[in-house]
């Protein structure tokens, strides 16, 4: 029967496109946006790591720490070529990305030269940690504020526009399979009719209660049409758990950390560039504000600020008093232990932020090398190791939203062809019983005329 056909081609169709949106979203879409976001992060610790390495001078006390600076910065280097890379291949035959990436690259390779030569300087000039030689400290602020003006708001952009091309396949996706549900059921419906008129006109003419294989026909093809409408309806619900409850959270979560990471930079670009340290210690306290927004707060009042806002969230989860990226998490809870690792994660920045008063007291008294000391220190207690206690929990939280997406993403993709191929060769079944209920009717009927 065409009718018949017609439900099994737009089955096998919807299931097709299914897949297909399946595979762009989990090998360019999700993709584009981790190596953006992973970009960024990268970007942004690697100017930290070389504001660490010019801080400490040459000290011998703090040579370990220098060292281990100068093997983070050259990962993140090597990190940052890989994420440019493959940026650049997901950009071609689009003009506007490709022009994106390749000034992101330019700029990258223009930060390396002045890195390297504020690098050089420092080796050429022996000063002692929080001392910083006039012509190295040039040479950083002209490398940092590259960064920070041109090459961190690439990247960004880069971020913002990977993110909008994925909700874009998102939202055409999910209205693409809304038409498909209203196609497949208007054809199984239209299946459903045709049979029961069939099975009424044979049973008034040729005085038969029931047809048998009519019936089970009629039966069938009703339930391949629910069955198909559920289908598509689940596949939205994959799409929606995969993007809007998990992947929301990952982009807001991986964009925190990189900004966490920046404002760590501006505790060393503080204590590194002293005669700007006002402006530094105001970068920083706007990436605070970026990741868990107070509005009102200053840096003096933030503390007390945050501890309130988490008491009153605690004693009502929807008495949500901050905003940011902090905020757009806590605005999205969904998965089960992602709401008590959310507060772990404002707990230990709570810590943080808190070890970073500490910080400017200890350098506003004249002890600087003794801030340095405190901020770069692992120790249990010290700053490092705060800021370290809040990436292991910042981190967690991520892989709790990401282990939803992949789950989300793979039974979506598994099931997106299988069960409308499966409903497709139901619509064959129907068919052939349709002509099985047909055959003696119609046999019968030159005798009945």
Not at 88 to 96: K, L
Not at 195 to 205: A, D, E, P
Not at 264 to 282: I, K, M
Not at 380 to 402: E, H, R
Request: charged share 20%.
């Amino acid at each position: 029967m065409s009718v018949s056909a017609l439900l099994m081609i737009a089955l096998v169709v919807t299931g097709l496109f299914a897949r297909s949106a399946w595979s762009d979203i989990r090998n360019h879409s999700a993709p584009q946006i981790t190596s953006a976001t992973g970009l960024y992060f990268t970007l942004n610790d690697m100017d930290a790591q070389l504001a660490n390495q010019l801080m400490f001078g040459t000290n011998a006390d703090l040579a370990d720490d220098r060292s281990t600076a100068a093997k983070i910065y050259n990962q993140r280097r090597s990190q940052a070529g890989v994420y440019l890379r493959d940026l650049s291949v997901a950009a071609q035959g689009d003009p506007v990305a490709e022009a994106s990436v390749a000034q992101a690259i330019a700029d990258f390779g223009q930060y390396e030269e002045g890195a390297s030569h504020a690098l050089l300087l420092s080796k050429q000039k022996a000063f002692a940690a929080g001392k910083t030689d006039p012509a190295t400290l040039a040479g950083y602020r002209s490398t940092t504020e590259l960064m920070r003006t041109r090459l961190l708001p690439e990247a960004d952009q880069l971020v913002t526009a990977n993110n909008i091309a994925f909700n874009t396949t998102y939202a055409s996706t999910t209205d693409r399979l809304s038409s498909a549900r209203i196609g497949v059921l208007a054809a199984g419906l239209l299946l459903v009719a045709l049979l029961v008129l069939l099975h009424l006109f044979f049973t008034f003419r040729f005085r038969r209660i029931v047809n048998p294989a009519l019936a089970v026909a009629i039966l069938i093809a009703l339930g391949v049409s629910i069955t198909a409408a559920t289908q598509i309806s689940a596949q939205q619900d994959y799409l929606h758990t995969a993007r809007r409850d998990a992947y929301d959270s990952v982009v807001a979560l991986t964009r925190a950390r990189a900004v966490a990471y920046d404002a760590n930079a501006d505790e060393s670009r503080y204590l590194l560039d002293q005669p700007n340290a006002a402006e530094h210690e105001q970068h920083f306290f706007e990436k605070t504000q970026q990741l868990m927004n107070l509005p009102g707060a200053t840096i003096h009042t933030y503390d007390a600020r945050a501890a309130t806002a988490m008491d009153a969230y605690r004693a009502d989860n929807e008495d949500l008093r901050f905003i940011g990226f902090f905020g757009d998490e806590f605005r999205n809870i969904t998965f089960r232990g992602e709401r008590e690792q959310a507060e772990t994660v404002v707990a230990r920045y709570q810590v943080y932020e808190k070890d970073d008063r500490k910080i400017r007291a200890l350098a506003s008294s004249g002890d600087v090398t003794g801030a340095i000391a405190f901020c770069v220190s692992y120790a249990p207690g010290d700053s490092n190791w705060a800021f370290g206690q809040f990436d292991t929990a910042l981190q967690k939280l991520i892989g709790i939203n990401t282990s939803a997406y992949e789950q989300a993403s793979s039974e979506g993709a598994g099931s997106a062809l299988s069960g409308p191929v499966g409903l497709a060769g139901a619509a064959i079944v129907i068919a052939a019983l349709a002509v099985v209920g047909l055959r003696r009717p119609l046999a019968e009927f030159p005798a009945k005329g």
